[in-house]
């Protein structure tokens, strides 16, 4: 009878801990999207995002249902791109401030978001529009810009910049992948999704010559794909923002979606950077040690009803 009565008290422990556990992990699995090189609101005038005439998709469609900052910036003088996105993936440029390929930038640390996340067996993927797939993507092509797709630029990942690295190639996907994992349940836990150069607003592509409606037009015709899946619907967060302001270093845009999040047009003006989403992501997965600027940063939680 003492025996039964230990072993009940155990099994009610371990319930109250995974119990526990479930609750610390509402969130499961993560999106963002990288847009490019636009002020949120101000000193950039018509080139702004909220309000944009251009941008309808975010403003009448997005913004009202999403949870979002009014004060997200990059990194104080951190541009051009490739240290921002950098800064989102370790927490620091590194000294980087120039978008050369990884041929001249790659870093031999393993301290970075997606090799803790690998060691914790948390799957990860970055789906990049415009890359083949059949090798690690270390150069330009067509519209793809290695400088926005920080994950090459780490020699774990890339086994020392080898176009060949299986571990490279089986992680950083294209983008025309993610449909169809979404719709087979083969989704990752963190996804990192980088739009090409005329999509992510960066340049002015036809057919509209506009860089804020073009990716406008595509979230609109990529966004609802998420949203409407299964790993969104069942604890997903969405998480829209831009590598950095076009002047200055902001505010930029965070739009965060999510069942969890508070939604409903919340807004906030609580001052944010990239080591926030950094932090925020890495408290959501329960990885450690919070990475460089990680560690300075408030998190993005009150974007969100339930965290993490």
């Not at 002047?247 to 930029?252: C, E, F, L, S, V």
């Amino acid at each position: 009878m003492r025996k039964l009565t230990v072993m009940l008290v155990v099994l009610a422990c371990l319930g109250t801990v995974t119990q526990a556990t479930a609750q610390k992990h509402n969130i499961k699995t993560v999106f963002i999207i990288l847009m490019e090189n636009h002020n949120w609101t101000g000193a950039n005038g018509s080139g702004s995002i909220k309000g944009s005439r251009y941008a309808p998709y975010i403003n009448n469609t997005l913004l009202p249902m999403a949870s979002h900052a009014e004060q997200y910036f990059n990194p104080p003088g951190i541009h051009p791109s490739l240290p921002n996105y950098l800064w989102l993936e370790a927490g620091t440029n590194f000294g980087i401030l120039d978008d050369n390929a990884p041929s001249v930038n790659s870093q031999t640390t393993t301290q970075h978001l997606v090799t803790l996340l690998n060691n914790a067996r948390i799957s990860w993927k970055a789906y990049e529009e415009d890359i083949a797939g059949n090798t690690c993507p270390l150069t330009n092509t067509r519209e793809y810009a290695v400088k926005h797709d920080p994950f090459v630029y780490f020699d774990d990942v890339t086994n020392n910049q080898d176009p060949n690295s299986a571990y490279c190639i089986s992680h950083v996907r294209p983008f025309t992948e993610l449909a169809t994992d979404l719709a087979s349940g083969n989704v990752a836990q963190y996804n990192f999704i980088t739009p090409n150069l005329c999509d992510d607003m960066h340049d002015k592509c036809k057919p509209l010559q506009n860089a804020i409606e073009q990716g406008d037009t595509w979230l609109k015709n990529n966004v609802p794909t998420i949203l409407t899946s299964a790993a969104y619907q069942s604890g997903g967060a969405l998480f829209i923002t831009w590598d950095e302001a076009a002047t200055g270093d902001g505010p930029i845009g965070m739009i965060v979606l999510s069942p969890l999040a508070k939604g409903n047009g919340y807004e906030n003006f609580i001052p944010y950077t990239h080591g926030s989403t950094l932090r925020t992501f890495e408290e959501i997965f329960g990885v450690s040690p919070l990475l460089n600027d990680a560690a300075n940063q408030t998190d993005l939680s009150d974007l969100f009803s339930v965290f993490p």
